[in-house]
């Protein structure tokens, strides 16, 4: 499965949770997240999409170890399994 395919299925299940999940990239810096998902009770959780069983480059996980320093949740998902489970149908 490719990674194209494993984004789709994140940004359609996050809108049946009734979240969005847009894409992002950061200007003049690298290792953003893929998406950034965003739901109405004010959660957000940043989302770094990979094809099944590849890993984040050194960069990416860089900045998501900034992120959660900031106290901000990361998710690194490479399956739809992995969607499923962390962005639950309620």
């Not at 940004?11 to 009734?18: A, F, L, S």
């Not at 690298?30 to 004010?42: E, I, T, Y």
């Not at 480059?57 to 499923?84: C, F, T, W, Y």
Request: with cysteine; glycine share 8%; net charge positive.
């Amino acid at each position: 499965m490719k990674e194209s395919a494993i984004e789709r299925h994140l940004v359609q299940r996050v809108r049946k949770c009734g979240g969005e999940a847009f894409k992002i990239q950061f200007l003049g810096r690298s290792g953003a997240p893929d998406r950034l998902v965003m739901f109405p009770d004010g959660e957000i959780v940043w989302v770094e999409l990979k094809a099944p069983g590849k890993k984040a480059k050194p960069h990416q996980s860089r900045m998501h170890a900034l992120l959660r320093q900031m106290q901000h949740s990361v998710e690194v998902l490479d399956s739809i399994e992995g969607i499923n489970k962390a962005f639950p149908l309620t």
